[in-house]
């Protein structure tokens, strides 16, 4: 996996695979992403199951993928292509923010949850802020999690076991001051400016406090903080 600092140029591209069952969107969307110099399209899947495949022999950077898909959709794929390659990206395209594939993929550790009618310049900011180690959200989709944050039912945006209190104890002061920042939908590179880190530190810092509190994303290390009192 490359620096943050070196994926984001045109002469070391992010690597991505675009995954959807629908031939004229992914063309649209590969020919777009040619377009963008930092990025490059590698490789293309008609379902969660070529994906998967091509993701176990390929070195990949980003998978954008569709949710509703034949044979295996986006969710279980984002699942298995998440556990596997955990440094590995993965940002579902779709047309509607449906609560059971939203939460499903967040669940899963999909980064981002975009749907398919974001303007070309918005889904670019977007995929550059995943490469950083941030997530990527439509604004509807955005504001679904947050009700879903005020309703007080988050359990299906946790990982395993949030609310044990030993969880706590394994967190460094560090760790509570980066905690308090991604709630407050801060990036990496403005957390490493307030605590003196580079934007990549910042993202193994994060990695660290995942593996510590059992979460996948950053959406669920958010609403981790939040529910634990830890935002301010």
Known sequence: MMTIEESLSAENPVRVLLVDDQ???REGLRELIRR?????VIGEASNGKE???FCRTHSLDLVLMDVQM???DGVEAAGVICKENPELSVVMLTVAADDEY????LYNGAQGYI???MPSRQ???RLQGVVRGEAALSGAVTARVLEELTSGSTGSLYGAKPNEANLCEKLTERDIRILRLVAQGLSNEEIGAQLYLSAGTVKKHLSLIMQKLYLSNRVQVAVYAIKAGLAE
């Open 123 to 125: 889904l670019r900011n």
């Open 51 to 53: 994906a998967v495949g």
């Open 70 to 72: 034949p044979v295996m």
């Open 36 to 40: 963008w110099p930092e990025f490059s």
């Open 23 to 25: 031939v004229l969107y």
């Open 102 to 105: 939203l939460f499903g993929a």
């Open 115 to 117: 749907l398919k009618d």
